[in-house]
């Protein structure tokens, strides 16, 4: 399995950006997927996840409102629309696939992926 992620870049304060996480393999479908990102100096912290099945998402609370996560298993990608950009939401993200297929329930900790992607570096200026 291999995991391309992209869409990052440059963008002011306020502004937005799509994220795509291009997913190789025929078991896209079967497994959750979250994006993750790391700032200079800090831990991967936990973004965004949604359900193998599309039903649910799990955004964390800094973000609720502003970034949405989808996926298009047609396409074998899932997405992370951010608007409302802020400067603290700068770092490279990463996308990655949950470890267990058919998996119900948040999957919010780095140990519950197994894939990751090589992250997309998102900056956003003030």
């Known amino acids: 399995v291999q995991l391309q992620a992209s869409g990052g870049g440059l963008v002011q304060a306020g502004g937005s950006l799509r994220l795509s996480c291009a997913a190789s393999?025929?078991?896209?479908?079967?497994?959750?997927m979250g994006w993750f990102r790391q700032a200079p100096g800090k831990e991967r912290e936990f973004v965004a996840a949604?359900?193998?099945?599309?039903?649910?998402?799990y955004p964390v609370d800094s973000v609720k409102g502003r970034f949405t996560v989808s996926r298009d298993n047609a396409k074998n990608t899932v997405y992370l629309q951010m608007i409302s950009l802020k400067p603290e939401d700068t770092a490279v993200y990463y996308c990655?696939?949950?470890?267990?297929?058919?998996?119900?329930?948040?999957?919010?900790?780095?140990?519950?992926?197994?894939?990751w992607g090589q992250g997309t570096l998102v900056t956003v200026s003030s």
């Open positions: 949604i359900s193998w099945d599309d039903v649910s998402t």
């Open positions: 990655a696939r949950n470890k267990m297929p058919w998996r119900i329930g948040a999957a919010i900790s780095p140990d519950d992926y197994d894939y």
């Open positions: 393999g025929r078991t896209f479908s079967s497994y959750g």
